[in-house]
Every structure is written in structure tokens, then in C-alpha cells.
């Protein structure tokens, strides 16, 4: 039997790495985004987070992450290794629980998934074939604000974390995304930035706040990035000794000469 394109897609991405995948056959124990708040699962995922880092700022801040990473991951992912798109509705999404507030896994549901029309995948009944780039990312875009924006309200109603600082989150990941599957895959990595960056100019079109962005820092062949925006998790009591050691390799907050000396130490 032939392989949906949804499904192709997620192989080649775990094939890279299993948490590049995504789920295309959730079984027992996934949950559906789309009813995580009515079932009152945000506030189970909130408390386990709130006991573990001690502050419902960095707690909020961490669910706003997973939440961002159960759209931005799949979806992103896909567009860069193979110019498709899953579908990032919220009725599509579902995530399998690890047990502290974050997920194990990501998933769709269906297999609606966005092509451009000289895909080989174009004439499947699964397919949204699109005439061109740009229509392929606003598509990607708009479904992602749609779908963002209620996970974020929620968040924001529960914790002392704004919304700009969780759409800027989000933004972050999508560079993280492009980044890292760019190295994963072999591919340039500042294509991969430029693509990262015109799915960000797409999303600014649909979300309703103006959020921070990233910018580039490479170090030796390699390009990280600094992110627009601070997650707190250097505020967790989950992490012993000083505040500033604690701060992340790519932090707003950690200065460039000991990001730099950390990134360095990580090798090639």
C-alpha cells in the first residue's frame, strides 16, 4: 500500500531524529490540543510544572514552549526538509504527556498535509497543493496563529508570562527548528535561517502581537542563534547555584564573550 504523504514526511524527519518526527498514529494516552483546556489538562500541566521550578512565571513560560514546540515542530520541520506542511489546526494536534508538565511527543491526527504543486504528492485526496512558496508559508502561518492563539490566551490567563514574551517563544523556536534540522540534514545553515526568517515575516501577518525575534551568532563553521526572548528557566529551583550561571547558551540575558567560550566547548 502506498504511503501517505504525511507519513513519508515523518519518517524522513525521524529518520534524522526521533524527536524531529512526529506521530502520524496516536494511540492510548495522547491527547488532542484542541481539548486541553476543557479538560482541565493546562491546569494538570501547569501545577506539575509550578512544582517543579517553584514559580508560575517560569511555569508558564515552559508551557507556553510546549505548546509552541507541538505546532512549530512538526510543521516546520516538515517545511524545511521536504517543503510540505502537516496540518497545524488545533483539531489536528495531539501530544503524548510525559508526566511533568511536558510532552514525550508530537502528532497529527489526519493526513492533511500542504504541498506545492510540482510535488509528487499533488494528486493525493490527502494533499492542499499550493501554487508557490509563499502561499505554502502563509497557509503554514495563518493556521499556526489560529491555533497558537487560544493555547497562548490560556496560558496567560493561568501565569504571569505576557503574550508578546509567548509568541517571541514561539518565534524562537521556529530559528531553533530551521537551525538544527539544517545541521541534522547537512544543509547550509543560513539558507535555513533565511527560510526560518520569511516563515517569521508570514507569521507577523496573522499573530496579534509584535514579537521579539532572534539573531545569528556563529561560532566557528557552526550558526546558533540568540534568542528574542528569555524563558526564565534560570529563574527555576530546579537549577542550583547562581542565577547567571544558570542562564541558557543562548539566553538574551547571557553575554556573548561566555556564550561564545560555552558554545566553543561543545565541539564540533
Same mark, same amino acid.
Given at each position: 500500500?502506498? #504511503?501517505?504523504?504525511?507519513?513519508? *514526511? ?14 502520524? $498514529? %496516536? ?6 490540543? /484542541? ?8 491546569? +494538570? ?7 517543579? +521550578? ?54 497529527? =491526527? ?13 494528486? +493525493? ?21 489560529? *491555533? ?8 496567560? *490567563? =493561568? ?17 531553533? *527548528? ?8 547537512? $544543509? ?5 535561517? #533565511? ?8 507569521? /507577523?501577518? +496573522? ?10 551568532? %556563529?561560532?566557528?563553521? $557552526?550558526?546558533?542563534?540568540? $534568542? ?6 534560570? =529563574? ?5 547555584? %547562581?542565577?547567571?550561571?544558570? =542562564?541558557?547558551?543562548?539566553? %538574551? ?16
Amino acid at each position: 500500500m502506498e #504511503s501517505a504523504p504525511v507519513a513519508e *514526511t515523518a519518517a524522513r524527519l525521524a529518520a534524522l531524529d526521533d524527536y524531529a518526527g512526529f506521530s502520524v $498514529r %496516536p494511540g492510548d494516552g495522547w491527547v488532542a490540543l /484542541a481539548t486541553a483546556e476543557a479538560d482541565g489538562r493546562l491546569d +494538570h500541566w501547569l501545577e506539575l510544572l509550578i512544582a517543579e +521550578h517553584g514559580g508560575r512565571n517560569v511555569a508558564g513560560s515552559t508551557l507556553g514552549s510546549v505548546l509552541a514546540a507541538a505546532v512549530v515542530g512538526p510543521t516546520v520541520g516538515s517545511l524545511l526538509l521536504d517543503r510540505r506542511c502537516p496540518d497545524p489546526a488545533l483539531s489536528n494536534l495531539t501530544a503524548l504527556p510525559a508526566g511533568n508538565g511536558e510532552f514525550d511527543a508530537r502528532g497529527v =491526527r489526519t493526513g492533511v498535509i500542504a504541498v506545492l504543486t510540482g510535488d509528487p504528492a499533488a494528486a +493525493h485526496p490527502d494533499s492542499v497543493a499550493l501554487p508557490d512558496e509563499d502561499a505554502l508559508d502563509d497557509w503554514w502561518a495563518s493556521r499556526a496563529a489560529a *491555533t497558537l492563539t487560544p493555547l497562548f490566551q490560556a496560558v496567560r *490567563t =493561568r501565569a504571569p508570562f505576557g503574550l508578546r514574551n509567548l509568541w517571541g517563544l514561539a518565534a524562537d523556536d521556529v530559528t531553533a *527548528t530551521a537551525l538544527w534540522l539544517a545541521e541534522l540534514a547537512g $544543509r547550509d545553515q543560513q539558507a535555513a535561517w #533565511s527560510r526560518a526568517q520569511r516563515l517569521l515575516d508570514a507569521l /507577523a501577518r +496573522h499573530v496579534p502581537v509584535r514579537f521579539p525575534r532572534s539573531r545569528q551568532f %556563529p561560532v566557528g563553521d $557552526r550558526l546558533h542563534q540568540v $534568542r528574542g526572548t528569555c524563558c526564565l528557566y534560570y =529563574r527555576s529551583t530546579a537549577e542550583p547555584g %547562581p542565577p547567571a550561571e544558570n =542562564r541558557c547558551d543562548t539566553c %538574551p540575558l547571557r553575554d556573548d564573550d561566555s556564550r561564545r567560550t560555552r558554545l566553543l566547548a561543545y565541539g564540533p
